[in-house]
């Protein structure tokens, strides 16, 4: 495959490119467990403008078990970005100076894009706005591939907030490159946006809209569950409407096929009950751990 730069967004890779990412995943598997000095010399600067545990965590301990060095700041508030109004392109004309490669998180739709413009080194999107979290999709992906064996011929239920939920508009157009049928499931005022499922039927995927949670999680290989981003609606009374709307707990596990998986990109609020966490279709924290291999290969296809 042409050599990976920067990933801003699922849109950069066609098929070849994801299913390369992910073999080379699969083979990051045992070097995470034995560690290796692959990128020894490289130093990759996280910059996170919001709020995360896991992505921020996985990406630095994916760089630790392949030898690497990090840096960065956790909140903006520290920075010179965040405290002194500095502006995005000259935190990256300074930290490019600093490291190899920049890991960036950030509140705003495009931030990543503008970052790679004015970034000499490599920029990998960790969440940018509600538009693009690729890495959370390559990771799901590669979790989908890992839990059923395939990705192709499976049907696959994306449920809660498809509206401002950045991991749901990256998986949904990462999975059209496959052949699934894949379920959106929202309450009304949190649909997808038309023209990302008109993408995803344009690439030939079936897709169909439902708006009740027992029909999401009816007669499905994966039901993807996500947490409503109360933090992007632009009024609280709004959010209000919907909290709590959108919810698997014991009362609905019947309804789950033996062989379904549940994921959830996490933090979850309440939408999936720590009631069902012992459950064999409960994956979401294997989900996780797929995140520091995923991210492994990401970090060795770019720097290695
Ligand atoms: C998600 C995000 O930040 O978009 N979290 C993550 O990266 N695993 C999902 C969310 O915040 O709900």
Request: overall charge negative; hydrophobic content about 40%; some cysteine.
């Amino acid at each position: 495959m042409g050599e990976l730069r920067n990933l801003i967004s699922i849109h950069d890779l066609d098929r070849e490119q994801i299913d390369e990412i992910l073999d080379v995943a699969a083979k990051m598997e045992s070097v995470s467990v034995k560690r290796s000095k692959d990128l020894e010399s490289k130093i990759m600067a996280v910059l996170f403008f919001e709020p995360s545990t896991r992505t921020r965590l996985s990406f630095e301990s994916a760089m630790l078990r392949l030898g690497g060095s990090i840096l960065g700041f956790a909140e903006a508030g520290t920075s010179s970005a965040g405290g002194k109004g500095e502006t995005l392109a000259d935190t990256i004309r300074t930290v490019e100076r600093y490291a190899d490669i920049i890991v960036m998180r950030h509140p705003l739709d495009g931030s990543a894009r503008v970052a790679a413009e004015f970034s000499s080194i490599p920029i990998i999107n960790a969440g940018s706005g509600s538009e693009e979290h690729p890495t959370q999709a390559l990771l799901d992906l590669y979790s989908i591939k890992k839990l059923k064996g395939k990705i192709d011929g499976l049907t696959i239920s994306l449920c809660g907030d498809l509206k401002y939920g950045r991991t749901v508009h990256s998986l949904g157009m990462g999975l059209s490159h496959y052949d699934v049928k894949i379920k959106l499931a929202a309450p009304q005022q949190l649909r997808m946006k038309p023209a990302i499922i008109d993408e995803m039927k344009k690439a030939g995927v079936e897709v169909v809209q439902v708006d009740d949670v027992k029909e999401a999680i009816q007669d499905v290989d994966v039901i993807y569950m996500t947490r409503i981003q109360k933090e992007r609606f632009p009024d609280v009374r709004e959010y209000d409407k919907v909290k709590g709307r959108f919810r698997i707990g014991t009362e609905q596990v019947e309804l789950l096929r033996d062989d379904a998986i549940v994921l959830h990109p996490l933090p979850r609020v309440d939408e999936l009950s720590s009631n069902i966490d012992h459950l064999p279709q409960a994956k979401y924290f294997d989900q996780v751990y797929n995140g520091v291999i995923l991210r492994m290969a990401v970090l060795k296809m770019i720097l290695g």
